[in-house]
């Protein structure tokens, strides 16, 4: 069956420094998400991407976000300036149109 | 206002029992989906109902929805140990927006 699949699975790195997070959505879906879990709290929305490009945002997704789609299997996530509150899981998800949204497995970043 | 709050916060059964778990929204949806989520794991996709129909089955689990109250439940029969997780309940809010809105779960523990 096909999956999301998300690297790395862990990523420890310095405030201030740059992450990116990559995933591979299921090849024949055309919307693309990331989520954020901070620990002990809901998962939060970020980013949807359609069509290459943004198509809706959150407050948290800030200048410090960015996504891409490099090429015709990834899709990655930026932040360009870590802090402390940027600890969480972050999760890739895609689906077809207003239907299932299928999840990755989950990044856990820890900024220290 | 919180979209998606489930209830109990907490459950914990024995094995073989039934347990029931609830979702409140506030919005207008286009669909619903119930998650689980395996401690400190990725999300995995349970069941997706419409906002036109009224109650879904898959295997051991079954899903009503009734829009007039704005609520859903998520029904394990005879659960087993393995569907120790935390459950959430997440809406496609009507209207053409893309972003899942969780709730903060319900952690079910299945005692052997």
């Known amino acids: 069956e096909p999956e999301v699949t998300q690297t790395p699975s862990h990523q420890v790195t310095q405030m201030g420094q740059e992450v990116i997070l990559r995933c591979v959505p299921i090849?024949?879906?055309?919307?693309f998400y990331w989520y954020r879990q901070i620990l002990g709290q809901k998962v939060e929305f970020l980013v949807s991407?359609?069509?290459?490009?943004?198509?809706?945002k959150s407050e948290i997704f800030d200048d410090q976000f960015s996504v891409e789609r490099p090429d015709g299997s990834n899709f990655t996530l930026k932040i360009r300036s870590t802090k402390l509150e940027d600890s969480a899981m972050y999760f890739c998800?895609?689906?077809?149109?207003?239907?299932?949204?299928?999840f990755g497995p989950g990044t856990r970043l820890l900024v220290l | 206002s919180q979209q998606g709050e489930e209830d109990p916060q907490a459950l914990s059964i024995q094995e073989g029992e039934n347990a029931t778990m609830n979702c409140s929204y506030k919005?207008?949806?286009?669909?619903l989906q119930w998650y689980r989520q395996n401690s400190g794991r990725g999300l995995v996709h349970l069941i997706l109902?419409?906002?036109?129909?009224r109650e879904k089955h898959s295997g051991r689990l079954r899903v009503t929805l009734d829009t007039s109250k704005k609520s859903s439940s998520l029904l394990i029969t005879a659960s087993r140990a393995a569907d120790t997780a935390s459950y959430f309940c997440?809406?496609?809010?009507?209207?053409?927006?893309?972003?899942?809105?969780f709730g903060k779960g319900t952690k079910l523990t299945v005692n052997p």
């Open positions: 998800a895609s689906s077809t149109v207003f239907e299932t949204q299928y």
């Open positions: 090849s024949n879906h055309l919307y």
């Open positions: 991407f359609y069509n290459n490009e943004i198509s809706e």
């Open positions: 919005t207008s949806i286009n669909n």
């Open positions: 109902i419409r906002s036109n129909e």
């Open positions: 997440a809406t496609l809010t009507q209207g053409g927006s893309e972003k899942l809105v």
